[in-house]
């Protein structure tokens, strides 16, 4: 038995009209305020017949939770997403961020791909799974949209899996940023998130003698800083290719073909981005690099409390992003071996979050892979890892599989990125009315299937 297809129509207006409802709705982190999101959430499931839990993990941080029940012959499927925002900068927009103004056929609004937009393609495939015959359901299906995501504080779904586990373990989990369409050299490819990179944030300290500034001298900890803040810059980490991405970049070759598919087998081969200029895509070799390096960005500098005193020490802020498998120490190791003349540093890790990969040979990657090549014949499919992180290093501690897929179809030449957390940011409606379709397929199948 398998569940029918939906009104398609109805389904991405439905989806329009959730994404409006919650860009309208402000859930800027900080403070967050998602309580406003999860209880208009809760309403819709209300609405429907539906009995959602609505918890707060902090004041007025809201997260909301749903269950769909299988017969249980298969463990649970989860979806879950954030509906706080990043904070948007109104004089640079062109319609108002929290007003989900319809223009050009695109809705605008923070949050529209990230992710917002998500949120209610989840809610409307869940809503639409709601109102068949479950009995066609083999596995019990998981709505949660959480609160905290923006930030390190771990206010949102952290907070959950720590005290309300059984409300969200499953087996498989899906969530954002993967399976959006990503054009290179004319080809269309979609990446399905199988790994991501751990977040490291910490300080680089540099200590001096302090002293009147009216006296220059040698051991000025601002100058050490920023010395080694240059190295920092121009230092070569090595590289380690992960299953993951050897994985995508061997799919990029077989899809290019030609010079630059050689380019990308003999970079595999080579483990360095010589060969890069002939994708003619600086953007995605950036990428590459990312993807196989443990990274280190620095972000912030603070040093001094007076004009006339030099300080006896400065500080520089770190982002830092490592590959699966990786812990602080290691990548400390590396950058205290290229810094090896500069003694007076020392490294404060202030947060760490460690990187994860998933195995990609799966039944529902496979499924997800057909039904995005039934939706796009020419497109490819292919493992990806997210260069930043997600809610995923929460949910895996419950031992889910958790994949980044939240389908849209982008245009050539737009980027997902440069519209996430950007100016502006939108989604086309008929992006989402393609992404929600392909949503509910791919999970409406998985439910029924042994």
């Known amino acids: 038995m398998s569940l029918s297809s939906p009104n398609w129509q109805a389904l991405a207006e439905q989806t329009v009209r959730y994404l409006r409802d919650l860009i309208r709705l402000d859930t800027t982190n900080p403070p967050g305020n998602e309580i406003v999101a999860a209880e208009y959430i809760a309403g819709v499931l209300r609405a429907a017949g539906l009995d959602p839990i609505v918890i707060e993990t902090a004041p007025r941080r809201g997260n909301v939770i749903a269950r769909l029940t299988g017969d249980g012959s298969a463990p649970p499927l989860l979806l879950y997403s954030h509906t706080d925002v990043v904070p948007a900068e109104r004089e640079h927009w062109t319609t108002d961020p929290f007003s989900a103004e319809v223009k050009d056929g695109f809705v605008y609004g923070r949050g529209a ?6 949120v209610a393609m989840q809610l409307a495939v869940f809503l639409a799974i709601a109102g068949q015959d479950r009995q066609a359901l083999r596995r019990d299906l998981i709505f949660a949209a959480t609160a905290d995501e923006e930030s390190d504080t771990n206010q949102g779904i952290g907070v959950l899996v720590e005290k309300h586990p059984d409300l969200l373990r499953a087996e498989y989990a899906l969530s954002e940023f993967g399976g959006h369409s990503m054009y290179v050299n004319g ?3 979609y990446p399905i998130q199988t790994a991501e990179k751990g977040a490291l944030w910490m300080r680089m300290v540099a200590y001096g003698r302090p002293g009147h500034a009216s006296v220059p001298h040698a051991e000025n900890a601002v100058v050490w800083l920023a010395r080694a803040v240059d190295r920092l810059a121009g230092a070569r980490l090595g590289a380690h290719v992960t299953p993951t991405a050897r994985a995508f970049i061997g799919a990029l070759a077989d899809g290019l073909g030609g010079r630059a598919g050689a380019a990308l087998r003999a970079w595999l081969d080579l483990e360095a981005l010589r060969e890069a200029p002939l994708l003619g895509d600086p953007t995605l070799a950036a990428e590459l690099h990312a993807m196989t390096h443990n990274t280190v960005t620095p972000t912030g500098l603070r040093a001094g409390y007076k004009t006339n005193v030099i300080p006896s020490s400065a500080e520089a802020v770190l982002d830092c992003r490592l590959l699966p498998g990786y812990a602080p120490d290691a990548l400390i190791a590396d950058l205290r071996g290229a810094l090896r003349d500069f003694p007076h540093l020392d490294f404060v890790v202030d947060s760490f979050g460690e990187g994860l990969e998933f195995p990609f040979d799966t039944p529902l990657f496979a499924l997800i892979a057909r039904i995005l090549k039934q939706h796009d014949p020419t497109g490819i499919p ?4 997210m ?3 997600t809610d995923a290093k929460h949910v895996a501690r419950l031992g889910a599989i958790c994949y980044g897929f939240s389908p ?7 980027r997902f990125f440069d519209l996430v957390h950007g100016h502006d940011e939108r989604v086309a ?16 199948a998985f439910l029924a299937m042994p």
Do not use: Q
């Not at 791909?113 to 998500?118: A, N, W």
């Not at 849209?408 to 737009?414: T, W």
């Not at 409606?429 to 409406?444: N, P, Q």
């Open 382 to 385: 292919l493992p990806y890892m």
């Open 408 to 414: 849209l179809r982008f245009a050539p030449g737009e």
């Open 387 to 389: 260069t930043g992180s």
């Open 187 to 189: 080809r269309c490819f």
């Open 113 to 118: 791909l990230d992710m917002k937009g998500v």
């Open 429 to 444: 409606i008929d992006s989402l009315a393609w992404g929600v379709r392909v949503l509910y397929e791919v999970v409406s």
